[in-house]
C-alpha cells in the first residue's frame, strides 16, 4: 500500500502557508516529529485548541534508523495509529547482535522499520484528525514572555513575524539546539551523538537479512554499524556513536575521534553483509547525517508556560540511538501532564512538576543504555555478551526483558550483573 492511498480527508489540516496563523490558542507544539505529533494528537483529542507548526512541509525526509522497537509500539497503539503504521512497515521479530568476531544472538522482540517520511506523516496527519491545526513551513523565533511566564510565541514565516499566545507551549524541536537556545532551555549546545544513513535498495539481500542487525567492530568503534529492513528490498544501512563529545569541568565540549564517513566504509568493509548489500544495490538515498540528544540531559525540562519534550529534551537513548519510542512517550506525557493540570485545576508549577516526575521515572533506561555505550568504545565486551547469551537462556530473556521494557533494565549493567555473565 501507498503512502498516497492512505492519505485521510483531513490532510486539509496540514497547512501549507502561514496565512491563517490565529492569535490565540490553547496550546502551541513547535516542531512536527514524533514528540510534538503525539502531544497535539493528544491534547486536540481531549478538546484543547491546539496549533502545530513545523519548520517543513510534510512529508518530509529525516535521518534515522528507522527502527520501531517495543516502547514505540506501546506509544503508536496509545495514540491509535499503530495498525496503520504496521501496515506499510516491515515487520521483525528479533534485533541480531553482532560482534568483532562474528560470533552473533537474535534477541526477540516486537520490532519494525517503517522511514521516518512515512511515520511522521501519519503522525502529524493523526495529530490533525483530532483536531490540531499545522502550519508549515513556520518557524520559532524567540518565546513571548509576561511576569516571568512564557505566554506564547513569534514565529516566522519567510519574511513575515506573526505572534501566537497560547497557555502553554510546547518545545518538541529535535536535536539541533537553535530553539532551545533561544527559548533559554539549552544547557548542552552540542550534541551528544553523530548518525549517518541511507536507503540501498538490493532485492537479492531479502530474506538474508530480516531482522534489525546491530553490528560492533574495533573497526568502527568507538561507534556501531546498522543494517535494517524496510519494505520492498530496501535497507536502511548506516552508522553512529552515540557518545560523540566530552564534557570539561568548564562545561565546554569538544568532538571526540571519529569520522563518520570513515567508520560507516570501515563498517561496509569488516561486515559481509553490509559489503554484499553496497557491491550488488542502488542508492535510494545517499548518506545523510544528523546530531543526537541522548541520556534526557542537555535542557531543562520546563519553565513556567513552557515544556521541553522529545529529543529537544535528551529523549534518544545513549548505546543503541534509537529514539521513535521516548520521543512519543515523552510528548504523551507532556499532554497529559497539561490534560492533568487542566481537570484539577493545578498551577503552573504543579503541572510541570507532573511532566517532570514522569521523565524522572524514565531515567533508569536511559542510564542503562548510557552504561551500555561502553561496549562501543570496548567492542570487545559484545563478544563476551554475546558469547554468553548463546549460552544462557535466562540471559537472554532477560536481554529480550529489557528490549521489550518488561524487566528491570539496571540489574544487566550493574556489578553483580555483569557477574552473573561467568555465573549464569
Known sequence: MSLDSIVTRHTDRLNATHDALPATCDVLVIGAGPAGSAAAATLAGAGLDVVLIDQHTFPRDKVCGDGLIPDAHNALRKLGVLDEVITLAQPAGHIGCIGPRGGRVDVPGTLAVLPRKELDFILVRAAAKA???????????AP?????RVVGAQ????????????????????AVPQALIAAGMSSRHTPSGVALRGYVKNDKMVGRIDKLEIV????????????????????NIGVGIADSHDEHKDGKLTKKEGNLREIFDDFTRVYAPARDLLKGGEWVSHLKGAPLRCTLD????????????????????????????????TGILAAD???????????????????????????????????ANFVNRHPWLADLLIWRAKKSDRLLRRMSGVLNE???????????????????
Request: aromatic share 12%; glycine share 14%.
Open 216 to 235: 560492533w567492530h574495533r573497526a568502527v568503534s568507538p561507534g556501531y554499524g546498522w543494517i535494517f529492513p524496510c519494505r520492498d528490498g530496501v535497507f
Open 155 to 174: 514565529l516566522k514565516a519567510g519574511d513575515a513575524t506573526h505572534e501566537i499566545r497560547a497557555k502553554w507551549t510546547l518545545l518538541a524541536t529535535g
Open 298 to 329: 542537555g535542557a531543562k525540562y520546563s519553565r513556567p508556560g513552557l515544556i521541553v519534550t522529545g529529543e529537544a529534551a535528551g529523549s534518544t537513548y545513549s548505546f543503541s540511538g534509537e529514539g521513535i519510542g521516548k520521543a512519543l512517550e
Open 144 to 148: 513571548i514572555e509576561e511576569g516571568g
Open 337 to 371: 501532564a497539561i490534560l492533568e493540570g487542566k481537570s484539577q485545576g493545578l498551577d503552573d508549577a504543579k503541572v510541570r512538576a507532573h511532566y517532570e516526575a514522569g521523565l524522572t521515572a524514565l531515567k533508569p533506561r536511559f542510564d542503562l543504555y548510557a552504561k
Open 131 to 141: 483536531g490540531a491545526r499545522m502550519f508549515a513551513p513556520v518557524r520559532f523565533a
Open 406 to 424: 518488561t524487566s528491570n533494565p539496571g540489574n544487566l549493567m550493574s556489578f553483580n550483573g555483569m557477574l552473573r555473565l561467568f555465573t549464569e
